[in-house]
């Protein structure tokens, strides 16, 4: 596994693949064609270095360039090629930029040339690299300026995070040069580690305005909704293609998502792909620094998300604010800028967990909309009553056919928690008997068929229809017949919406899966190792540990997702390694039921003492299905994390103090209906697969 | 040299391309879903050689290697009795594309069908060494490439491992094994930083002999490189285009 060399050419490693030992992108590049060059540069999307072709011996025609000796290539960036070069009539070393695509360069690109070097031969500034001359040279165009003895931002941050002071004070540093900058009119627009220099004073200095635009300069050389720049680091206007919006701030926003990776040691956004990414900087919040790193001083997270507000008016509205509030941070002093409000902190959250948000909004609007109906129908029967004064609330029609309706509701029920297992089986590429599993989450997740999506929202729909027409019925029954709710019925009820929503909500997950993909972190195979070996026991709480301890600074939900996708690839690797083990009394989680008899029985000793039941068997009864109703949400609320689970045991206490202390005769109401024993069997049944572990089969 | 090695290149219609104006793709897709002997020629010889990427594609969707060769050998057995061709498709212009996706549909339909069913009775086989294939996938880094771009990545060093394996055949087979072991390296170093010292005294040649014979072989590799990618084009003028697009599957 371990890469065996590194390219010559362009230092990447080489994996065992790579066809007779030579570096496939390299070669590739061999095959094109020189004078295509500049059409790769003019329709490259992003950076377009990797797309566009230099004839790698150029600089073996070009080794002396008029008054310069070419004496190494330091850099190849988008459109250029900087050289180390000595200018013999002043004798000194300076940096040489040319175009890549030399003499074959289209007026569109010459032009863009020229304009990064008018950007910045206006900028005299200790912090910008100067420019000594700009000219051609036997149809090159080129550029000369400092040369800058150090190292770029990017290399430094290689070795990992910088220390929050540091970091601040470089970040201060450029945005002061942006100011100065701004002040002249010219956006730089491609703001990123690579693009500052550290001298030897230990000073950054920026470089490369490649992408510069002049202020108020109305001839466009980048179209409308064309992007350009480095997306990570890319404003969410200019992501959006919204060339109008560009202004200070999203050079603003640049410096944030430089402080952000000088802090974290990651940018902000960076998905699988560049589409990923892209759509990451529009839609996505990005992580909390200190959430990644606890060190950070929180002030600094303040400034550092300020920067990266998704709307422009949001941030600091020039690099000078953003320069004199780390300058107030550097030396100690309050800043102005004060942590997001726990209003914008909800909708960033908010933004992160659509799952949550969509489940609890739904639930709440379910909750609201039956609430009103309620009061309607309490208000109709008053009116009603009022109407007609020997109107009682007594056995009649809605009775007989709530009797029907309960029935259908605990056939939903079954159907519901049978249709979600299939289709999160399917989801995950499983056989029923393995998505019955515990470890059923850590399958890889596959596209579904066309069959199963249509089946999954099918019945999704029905169960939650049937179990919101029950909940009517049963509403409609008890005001105007004064029927008892029963704990059976509203488990129906609870049950066959809830896992009818969370079919749908599969669905949902698929359709974001097929969309958008994941993102990912680079590992190399000595930190995959141990995370490797602790997955081998599917053990998948050791590997995130092992992932954090690999990772400096990875948040837990990275490092969670990241060993499931290795789930994922070990399982592709040894198919047939990973399979359940039989059911077995041996293997049930005792420790989970213990705790949650224990809870039941506390709850049930106290009800007993403040409301004596009617009866020792209802009582007793009561209790065995509402343990078996609390493990059965336990178990099947595919909630991580014994805690978690534990804390939805709440629901089903209240449930029981309710129906105890608030319907006093249900006891005897539930001993005739079969409610309780079908739900306490289904949830027992889950329970009793739940405890079961996914081990490693021995090979 | 050039004309020794294609004769003696083991690759089935290799000679093709320069013979006929018309490339693999473009002659498939011309005969669409007639009876042309051509035309199903140069398909089952597409077929052949890219058919590991597909089979990367369908191993990251399947649990099981037997089911995930199944599935490969009975795509393409349908691939070969044309049912895709008649679904008409945008992506039809690079094979690649039309690969994938005809893949992907196949492959929901198989979903939708269930696993269990009994495959490839009486239908045309190609022989795939697919046992091969697994142990290829074994040694791949563990990473975490989509599906797809596994397979746009797989295609990319499947061509490339095609192309350089033409060239070393015909360098073996004009008895210059040595030479391009020697020089391969050229293909992916600047000029200037070979050791053509060095590489002349190694291959008993003078120093412009060597920098003459790599870029000979430079010369030789482009042609190829093109040619292997052309046939999978319907337009041939877009060779430069696809390359770019494969270079850009590499760097993602």
Same mark, same amino acid.
């Given at each position: 596994?371990?890469?065996a060399s590194?390219?010559?050419q362009?230092?990447k490693?080489l994996?065992n693949?790579?066809?007779?030992?030579?570096?496939?992108e390299?070669l590739?590049k061999?095959?094109l064609?020189?004078e295509?060059?500049?059409?790769a540069?003019?329709?490259?999307?992003?950076?377009?270095?990797?797309?566009?072709a230099?004839?790698?011996d150029?600089?073996?025609r070009v080794?002396?360039f008029?008054?310069?000796?070419?004496?190494?290539?330091i850099?190849?960036g988008?459109?250029g090629?900087?050289?180390?070069?000595?200018q013999s009539t002043?004798?000194?070393?300076v940096a040489?930029k040319?175009i890549r695509?030399g003499t074959?360069a289209?007026?569109?690109?010459?032009?863009?040339?020229?304009?990064?070097?008018?950007?910045?031969?206006?900028?005299?500034?200790?912090?910008?690299?100067?420019?000594?001359e700009v000219?051609?040279?036997?149809?090159?165009h080129?550029?000369s300026m400092?040369?800058?003895?150090?190292r770029d931002?990017g290399?430094?941050?290689?070795?990992?995070?910088?220390?929050?002071?540091?970091?601040a004070?470089?970040?201060?540093?450029?945005?002061e040069?942006i100011?100065f900058?701004?002040?002249?009119?010219?956006l730089?627009?491609d703001?990123?580690?690579?693009n500052?220099?550290?001298?030897?004073a +230990?000073?950054?200095?920026?470089? %490369?305005?490649?992408?510069?635009?002049? *202020?108020k300069? $109305?001839?466009q050389?980048? #179209? =409308?909704?064309?992007?350009?720049?480095?997306?990570s680091y890319?404003?969410p206007?200019q992501a959006?293609?919204?060339?109008? +919006?560009?202004?200070?701030?999203? %050079?603003?926003?640049?410096?944030?998502? *430089?402080?952000? $990776?000088?802090l974290?040691? #990651? =940018?902000?956004?960076?998905?699988?792909?560049?589409?990923a990414?892209?759509?990451?900087?529009?839609?996505?919040e990005?992580a909390?620094?200190r959430?990644?790193?606890?060190?950070?001083?929180?002030?600094?997270?303040?400034?550092?998300?300020?920067?990266?507000?998704?709307s422009?008016?949001?941030?600091?509205?020039?690099?000078?604010?953003?320069?004199?509030?780390?300058?107030?941070?550097?030396?100690g002093?309050p800043?102005?800028?004060?942590?997001a409000?726990?209003v914008?902190?909800?909708?960033?959250w908010?933004?992160?967990h659509?799952?949550t948000?969509?489940?609890?909004?739904?639930?709440?609007i379910?909750m609201?909309?039956f609430?009103?109906f309620?009061?309607f129908?309490?208000?109709a029967f008053?009116?009603?009553q009022?109407?007609?004064?020997t109107?009682?609330?007594?056995?009649?029609?809605?009775h007989?056919?709530?009797k029907?309706?309960?029935t259908?509701?605990a056939?939903?029920?079954?159907?519901g928690?049978?249709?979600?297992?299939?289709?999160r089986?399917?989801?995950?590429?499983?056989?029923?008997?393995?998505?019955?599993s515990?470890?059923?989450?850590a399958w890889p997740?596959?596209?579904l068929?066309?069959?199963?999506?249509t089946?999954?929202i099918?019945?999704?729909?029905?169960?939650?229809?049937?179990g919101?027409?029950?909940?009517?019925k049963t509403?409609q029954?008890?005001?105007?017949?004064?029927?008892f709710?029963r704990?059976?019925q509203?488990?129906f009820?609870?049950?066959?919406?809830?896992?009818?929503?969370?079919?749908?909500?599969i669905?949902?997950?698929?359709?974001?899966?097929?969309?958008?993909?994941?993102s990912s972190?680079?590992?190399?195979?000595e930190?995959?190792?141990?995370i490797?070996?602790?997955?081998?026991?599917?053990?998948?709480m050791a590997a995130t540990?092992?992932?954090?301890?690999?990772?400096?600074?990875?948040?837990?939900?990275e490092?969670?997702?990241y060993v499931?996708?290795?789930?994922d690839s070990?399982?592709?690797?040894h198919?047939?390694k990973?399979?359940?083990?039989p059911?077995?009394?041996a293997?049930?989680?005792?420790?989970v039921m213990?705790i949650?008899?224990l809870?039941?029985?506390v709850?049930?000793?106290?009800l007993?003492?403040v409301v004596?039941p009617s009866?020792?068997?209802s009582?007793?009864?009561?209790?065995?299905?509402?343990?078996l109703?609390?493990?059965?949400?336990?178990?099947?609320g595919?909630?991580?994390?014994?805690?978690?689970?534990?804390l939805?045991?709440v629901?089903?206490v209240?449930?029981?103090?309710l129906?105890?202390?608030?319907?006093?005769?249900?006891?005897?109401?539930s001993s005739?209906?079969?409610?309780?024993?079908?739900?306490?069997?289904?949830?027992?049944?889950?329970?009793?697969?739940?405890?079961?572990?996914?081990r490693?089969?021995?090979? | 040299?050039?004309?020794?090695?294609?004769?003696?290149s083991?690759?089935p219609?290799?000679?093709?391309?320069?013979?006929?104006q018309?490339t693999?793709?473009?002659?498939?897709?011309?005969?669409?879903?007639r009876?042309d002997?051509?035309?199903?020629?140069?398909?089952?010889a597409?077929?052949?050689?890219?058919?590991?990427?597909?089979?990367?594609?369908?191993r990251r969707?399947?649990?099981?290697?037997?089911?995930?060769?199944?599935?490969?050998?009975e795509?393409?057995?349908?691939?070969?009795e044309?049912h895709?061709?008649?679904?008409?498709?945008?992506?039809?212009?690079?094979?690649?594309?039309?690969?994938l996706?005809?893949?992907?549909?196949?492959?929901?339909?198989?979903w939708?069908?269930?696993h269990a069913q009994?495959?490839?009775?009486?239908?045309?086989?190609?022989?795939l060494?697919l046992d091969c294939?697994?142990?290829r996938?074994?040694?791949e880094?563990?990473?975490d490439?989509?599906?797809?771009r596994?397979?746009?990545?797989?295609?990319?060093?499947?061509?490339?491992d095609?192309?350089?394996?033409?060239?070393q055949?015909?360098?073996?087979s004009?008895?210059?094994?040595q030479q391009?072991?020697?020089?391969?390296?050229?293909?992916t170093?600047?000029r200037?930083?070979?050791?053509?010292a060095?590489?002349?005294?190694?291959?008993?040649?003078?120093?412009d002999?060597?920098?003459?014979?790599?870029?000979?072989?430079r010369?030789?590799?482009?042609?190829?490189?093109?040619e292997?990618?052309?046939q999978?084009?319907?337009?041939?003028?877009?060779v430069?285009?696809?390359?770019r697009s494969?270079f850009?599957v590499?760097?993602?």
């Amino acid at each position: 596994m371990t890469p065996a060399s590194v390219c010559p050419q362009c230092g990447k490693l080489l994996s065992n693949d790579a066809p007779q030992g030579l570096c496939p992108e390299c070669l590739l590049k061999a095959a094109l064609p020189r004078e295509s060059g500049h059409e790769a540069a003019a329709t490259g999307f992003f950076d377009p270095s990797p797309a566009a072709a230099i004839p790698p011996d150029a600089g073996a025609r070009v080794k002396y360039f008029g008054d310069y000796e070419l004496l190494e290539e330091i850099a190849r960036g988008g459109m250029g090629v900087v050289w180390k070069a000595r200018q013999s009539t002043l004798n000194r070393d300076v940096a040489l930029k040319m175009i890549r695509a030399g003499t074959l360069a289209s007026p569109d690109e010459v032009a863009r040339f020229l304009r990064e070097a008018e950007a910045a031969a206006n900028l005299q500034h200790p912090n910008i690299v100067a420019i000594h001359e700009v000219g051609e040279h036997q149809g090159h165009h080129y550029f000369s300026m400092d040369l800058v003895q150090g190292r770029d931002l990017g290399a430094l941050m290689a070795e990992g995070p910088l220390p929050p002071q540091r970091a601040a004070r470089y970040v201060k540093i450029i945005a002061e040069a942006i100011h100065f900058a701004h002040q002249r009119g010219t956006l730089h627009r491609d703001l990123k580690p690579q693009n500052v220099l550290i001298d030897a004073a +230990d000073q950054p200095r920026i470089t %490369d305005f490649g992408l510069a635009k002049i *202020m108020k300069d $109305e001839s466009q050389l980048t #179209q =409308p909704g064309v992007v350009m720049g480095s997306p990570s680091y890319m404003p969410p206007e200019q992501a959006a293609g919204r060339h109008g +919006d560009i202004g200070p701030a999203s %050079d603003v926003y640049s410096l944030g998502a *430089m402080l952000y $990776e000088l802090l974290t040691g #990651q =940018p902000p956004f960076r998905g699988a792909t560049a589409m990923a990414t892209l759509h990451d900087v529009m839609e996505a919040e990005p992580a909390a620094p200190r959430r990644l790193k606890a060190d950070i001083p929180p002030d600094l997270e303040t400034i550092c998300l300020k920067c990266l507000e998704k709307s422009p008016s949001a941030r600091y509205p020039t690099a000078r604010a953003l320069a004199e509030e780390l300058d107030r941070f550097l030396k100690g002093e309050p800043i102005q800028a004060r942590p997001a409000s726990a209003v914008r902190k909800g909708v960033s959250w908010a933004r992160r967990h659509p799952g949550t948000l969509g489940a609890v909004a739904v639930l709440a609007i379910v909750m609201l909309a039956f609430g009103i109906f309620y009061l309607f129908e309490e208000n109709a029967f008053l009116r009603a009553q009022q109407a007609d004064p020997t109107l009682a609330r007594v056995h009649g029609p809605l009775h007989e056919s709530l009797k029907i309706w309960s029935t259908v509701g605990a056939l939903a029920m079954c159907v519901g928690i049978f249709s979600l297992i299939a289709v999160r089986g399917r989801a995950h590429g499983l056989s029923f008997k393995q998505s019955l599993s515990k470890g059923w989450y850590a399958w890889p997740l596959q596209p579904l068929d066309e069959r199963t999506r249509t089946f999954a929202i099918g019945a999704g729909l029905v169960v939650v229809g049937c179990g919101v027409m029950l909940l009517v019925k049963t509403i409609q029954a008890h005001v105007w017949e004064g029927e008892f709710i029963r704990s059976g019925q509203m488990c129906f009820i609870c049950c066959s919406i809830y896992w009818g929503l969370a079919t749908l909500g599969i669905v949902i997950r698929d359709y974001r899966l097929v969309h958008y993909g994941t993102s990912s972190r680079q590992l190399t195979a000595e930190q995959i190792e141990p995370i490797r070996r602790a997955m081998e026991g599917y053990d998948v709480m050791a590997a995130t540990k092992r992932y954090r301890e690999a990772v400096p600074g990875a948040g837990a939900t990275e490092a969670h997702r990241y060993v499931i996708r290795l789930a994922d690839s070990l399982r592709a690797q040894h198919p047939g390694k990973f399979v359940p083990p039989p059911l077995s009394l041996a293997t049930l989680n005792w420790k989970v039921m213990g705790i949650c008899g224990l809870i039941e029985a506390v709850t049930l000793g106290v009800l007993w003492y403040v409301v004596p039941p009617s009866h020792p068997a209802s009582a007793i009864a009561q209790f065995a299905s509402s343990f078996l109703f609390g493990l059965g949400l336990i178990a099947g609320g595919g909630v991580k994390g014994v805690w978690k689970r534990l804390l939805l045991l709440v629901p089903a206490v209240a449930a029981m103090v309710l129906s105890e202390a608030l319907l006093p005769r249900l006891a005897e109401a539930s001993s005739h209906s079969p409610g309780p024993y079908l739900c306490g069997f289904l949830c027992g049944f889950f329970l009793m697969v739940s405890g079961v572990r996914v081990r490693r089969r021995k090979v | 040299m050039g004309l020794m090695g294609e004769q003696c290149s083991h690759l089935p219609n290799a000679e093709d391309a320069g013979g006929f104006q018309t490339t693999h793709w473009s002659l498939v897709l011309r005969a669409g879903n007639r009876e042309d002997r051509d035309a199903d020629a140069a398909l089952a010889a597409l077929c052949q050689r890219y058919w590991f990427p597909l089979y990367a594609y369908v191993r990251r969707h399947v649990a099981d290697a037997h089911d995930a060769q199944d599935l490969t050998q009975e795509f393409f057995a349908r691939l070969m009795e044309k049912h895709y061709l008649a679904v008409a498709d945008p992506q039809r212009g690079k094979f690649r594309c039309f690969l994938l996706a005809s893949l992907k549909h196949f492959l929901a339909s198989e979903w939708k069908r269930g696993h269990a069913q009994k495959r490839g009775g009486g239908v045309r086989r190609l022989s795939l060494d697919l046992d091969c294939g697994e142990s290829r996938l074994g040694l791949e880094p563990a990473h975490d490439l989509t599906p797809e771009r596994l397979f746009e990545r797989q295609w990319v060093l499947t061509l490339l491992d095609m192309v350089m394996r033409r060239l070393q055949d015909e360098y073996k087979s004009s008895r210059k094994a040595q030479q391009f072991e020697q020089l391969k390296g050229a293909l992916t170093s600047d000029r200037q930083r070979l050791p053509y010292a060095a590489l002349a005294a190694e291959l008993k040649m003078s120093e412009d002999a060597a920098r003459q014979a790599a870029s000979r072989l430079r010369k030789r590799y482009r042609e190829l490189l093109r040619e292997e990618v052309s046939q999978t084009l319907a337009e041939p003028g877009d060779v430069d285009d696809e390359i770019r697009s494969l270079f850009e599957v590499l760097g993602r």
